[in-house]
């Protein structure tokens, strides 16, 4: 949304020429907008790629309609935050270039806090708008967006890996995070691998369609390839993260507990500055060879208790799935229990 000034969109002078005229009724606002020697300016011309000319207290954005469009919203927004008395730096223009070319709909961080506090926990993406459906799906929500790392451990269908990805969009549409990245143990692969058909991406999409889904539900098609092909979405097998370092990401391991002890602690050394790391899983699915120990599970021991880390347990009561899922879990629960 626009604030504080208004947009005239006078005719082209040629069929290749577009301008829009942007009003700022603030002088020494437009100032702040324009920064020093008009760095600020020159830094959206660079990302943008438009031309931004000062005219009193108008700019004038020439370039192609869509490189108008997408320039007047990153200054409407970054005047807004002047009237707010908030400061425009060149972290800032990036955060909100971000968001315009992910959507005008995110909502701040501090907005999404607020709103948990006051009881609504909606998370909004580019399609849809989504909102945990139980006590324990509440608090998991509110621990990712609070702590660096959160691991939500507990049966299928109960949401765990689906509302991580929707918060992980929710934090890249908001400027908050550069990338995402998703990965899951692709622990049927091993040896069987290479008898596939296809390059090895062909080769591990089938154990990654579940976090295709996820992304499909929450941003439209065209804009997820382009997103995948700038590599600001990954979706990538657990063996492809060692020597990473992973920075302002979104980071999530689904399947965990199909990882090893070793896997489990290279991963979560990956975690770099200004990054989110989420952990899903669920003990009574362990894939692993008879006799290995489930990452999951030592992680868990391990880290119970450490600042900045948090568990959320999910039982057969939060599956959102069907019904007769839900029903399952307890009956298998229940056998597990006779058979201790």
Do not use: W
């Amino acid at each position: 949304m626009l604030l504080g000034f208004s947009a005239i969109t006078p005719p082209p002078r040629s069929q290749d020429a577009h301008e829009t005229l942007l009003e700022f009724p603030d002088n020494r606002l437009l100032i702040e907008l324009c920064g020093e020697f008009d760095r600020n300016l020159a830094q959206i011309e660079h990302k943008l790629s438009v031309h931004i000319l000062r005219r009193g207290n108008q700019l004038a954005v020439v370039g192609t309609p869509e490189a108008q469009t997408q320039a007047g919203a990153v200054l409407g927004q970054l005047y807004g935050r002047l009237e707010q008395g908030r400061a425009v730096n060149a972290e800032e223009i990036d955060a909100a270039i971000r968001m315009g070319d992910l959507g005008q709909d995110a909502v701040p961080l501090d907005e999404q806090m607020e709103m948990f506090a006051a009881g609504h926990y909606e998370i909004r993406t580019r399609k849809k708008q989504v909102e945990p459906r139980t006590d324990a799906q509440k608090a998991y929500v509110k621990h990712l967006f609070e702590h660096e790392l959160a691991f939500g451990i507990g049966p299928a269908g109960t949401g765990k890996t689906y509302l991580a990805v929707a918060v992980g969009v929710t934090m890249l549409i908001g400027g908050h995070v550069d990338k995402i990245i998703l990965s899951r143990p692709a622990v049927e692969a091993g040896e069987r691998l290479g008898f596939l058909p296809g390059d090895m991406k062909e080769k591990v999409d089938p154990y990654m369609q579940p976090l295709y889904d996820a992304l499909n539900d929450f941003l439209p098609a065209k804009q997820l390839a382009k997103l995948m092909e700038e590599k600001r979405i990954e979706i990538a097998p657990l063996a492809f993260m060692r020597g990473r370092t992973l920075a302002n990401a979104f980071v999530v391991l689904d399947e965990a507990q199909n990882a090893t002890t070793m896997q489990m602690k290279m991963f979560l050394t990956r975690l770099g500055q200004g990054s989110r790391m989420v952990i899903t899983g669920d003990r009574s699915q362990v894939d692993l060879p008879r006799g290995v120990a489930s990452g999951l599970a030592d992680g868990e021991r391990i880290l119970t208790g450490v600042k900045g880390v948090s568990f959320n347990y999910f039982t057969a009561a939060d599956v959102v799935r069907h019904p007769l899922v839900a029903r399952i879990i307890a009956a298998y629960d229940r056998a597990d229990g006779d058979a201790g």
